[in-house]
């Protein structure tokens, strides 16, 4: 009798522990699952802040081209407008780079897009000439490469 007991009282245990490591296993493979998606969706979030901002520094840019090619054809009345439309391409790159800013602390890509913004900014009084105003605008777009590219290559260690 003290045997089957014995035996019992070690099955007891031995499902016991079972138990506990079984549990210790799943709540290890939940929390790796858990982490996997929040990493995937940190990335998806960079990813989003990254293209937000080169997107709206585009419209930007390509709205500074067309407002000073308005300007020296000397089309004073699509030149105001485009210089309206302008200051709201201007602030919609508010958002985008804050929210880059705060998602991507990589000093490589905060530089980078610091060049983008400051290219493409510069190109507000680069309207003297056609020469200066397209050399602005290659200057602004080798700037939006490198922005990308500097991206692109942070993106792959996330």
């Known amino acids: 009798m003290l ?23 799943q709540q290890r493979a939940t929390d790796r699952s858990q982490s996997e998606t929040r990493r995937r969706e940190l990335r998806k979030e960079h990813l989003t802040a990254v293209t937000a901002l080169a997107e709206a520094l585009s419209a930007h840019r390509s709205m500074m081209w067309r407002r000073g090619d308005a300007k020296l054809k000397g089309d004073l009345d699509r030149y105001e407008d485009l210089r309206v439309r302008s200051h709201e391409t201007r602030a919609a790159v508010t958002a985008p780079l804050v929210g880059l800013r705060i998602l991507i602390t990589d000093p490589v890509v905060r530089a980078a897009a610091d060049r983008m913004v400051d290219a493409t900014f510069g190109m507000r009084h680069q309207d003297t000439d056609a020469d200066t105003l397209n050399a602005a605008r290659v200057a602004a777009l080798a700037a939006h490469d490198e922005f990308v590219d500097a991206a692109a290559r942070y993106m792959q260690t996330v």
Do not use: M, P, R
């Open 3 to 25: 045997t089957t007991v014995l035996a019992s009282v070690i099955a007891v245990i031995a499902t016991l522990l079972g138990s506990v490591v079984t549990g210790h296993y």
